[in-house]
């Protein structure tokens, strides 16, 4: 993961500035980020990165999606990582 986290970091500060309409490309890297955040330990970052991708599947009417409950279910992960839920 530590490895791969500046990559995805790198991925979504492009797909930002390029996404326009294209918001389920930066939904897909922001969930991908978040799981890699996760991975590293690092829960509460996460969690950041995970809400602003269900913030795009919201605002795009997108909560039924398989994509959707992937990303619900890793900031559940991110959630009980920072102790939110007991585990």
Known sequence: AARALPLQAAAVRLLER???RRWEGLAL???ELGALQ???GDPGTAALSLERALALREKAGDRKSREY???LNNLAVARRGLGDYPG
């Open 18 to 20: 390029h996404a326009g």
């Open 69 to 71: 409950g992937k990303t």
């Open 29 to 31: 890297a922001l969930n």
């Open 38 to 40: 996760i991975e590293a």
